[in-house]
């Protein structure tokens, strides 16, 4: 059974940081491409950043390049989401993805999503 | 990057009827479309992957098609179960969702 776990989730102020783990099992982690992807609460989803399999290729949406950071422990079956600089907007219940085929052309989807955590930036 | 717009953002609908939601896109995307569910504090769950195929364990009620730039997917029947919202969703773009509620 394919599952994800995420957390490291809580309540930061503007400006800190936290660091999202997504531990997986089920699958080989090591041949799946991975997404994070988030919903600021009663909206809808936002695509955050994916990281190819091996890990040597990362992708952000343009509201957080510079200031998140994906990454990945293929021994560990881990993915990693470093979050810096964070700001109100970036409040949101975080995702982490399971993804099938390449979402930077050709095609992609998501067929299994781990639970969320939720990340509150707040004063 | 292509826009996805659904249409409508609420439907109302009774146990029993069918019900087609809309995802239109800015420019053609071929097939590469996806369909989620999600339920209140829950996970998106998937339905439908490239613009027809059903993911395994999904109920045979739910429908996809479509191609190029207008898609819908439908469920023949619905059932107390499907009162969730929708999302399509393209490459990195999902659309704004549809919430199918009690009539």
């Known amino acids: 059974e394919v599952q994800l776990v995420e957390s490291g989730g809580g309540l930061v102020q503007p400006g800190g940081s936290l660091r999202l783990s997504c531990v997986a099992s089920g699958f080989t982690f090591s041949n799946n491409v991975m997404s994070w992807v988030r919903q600021a609460p009663g909206k809808g989803l936002e695509w955050v950043s994916g990281i190819s399999d091996s890990g040597a290729s990362t992708y952000y949406t343009d509201s957080v390049k510079g200031r998140f950071t994906t990454s990945r422990d293929n021994s560990q079956n881990t993915l990693y989401l470093q979050m810096n600089s964070l700001r109100a907007e970036d409040t949101a219940v975080y995702y982490c993805?399971?993804?099938?085929?390449?979402?930077f052309g050709g095609g992609c989807y998501f067929d299994y999503w781990g639970q969320g955590t939720l990340v509150t930036v707040s004063s | 990057d292509i826009q996805m717009t659904q249409s409508p953002s609420t439907l109302s609908a009774s146990i029993g009827d069918r019900v087609t939601i809309t995802c239109r896109a800015s420019q053609s995307i071929s097939s590469w479309l996806a369909w989620y569910q999600q339920k209140p504090g829950k996970a998106p769950k998937l339905l439908i992957y490239k613009a027809s195929s059903l993911e395994s364990g999904v109920p045979s009620r739910f429908s996809g098609s479509g191609s190029g730039t207008e898609f819908s997917l439908t469920i023949s029947s619905l059932q107390p179960d499907d009162f969730a919202t929708y999302y399509c969703?393209?490459?990195?773009?999902f659309g704004q969702g549809t919430k199918v509620e009690i009539k």
């Open positions: 969703q393209h490459l990195r773009t």
């Open positions: 993805a399971k993804q099938i085929g390449y979402c």
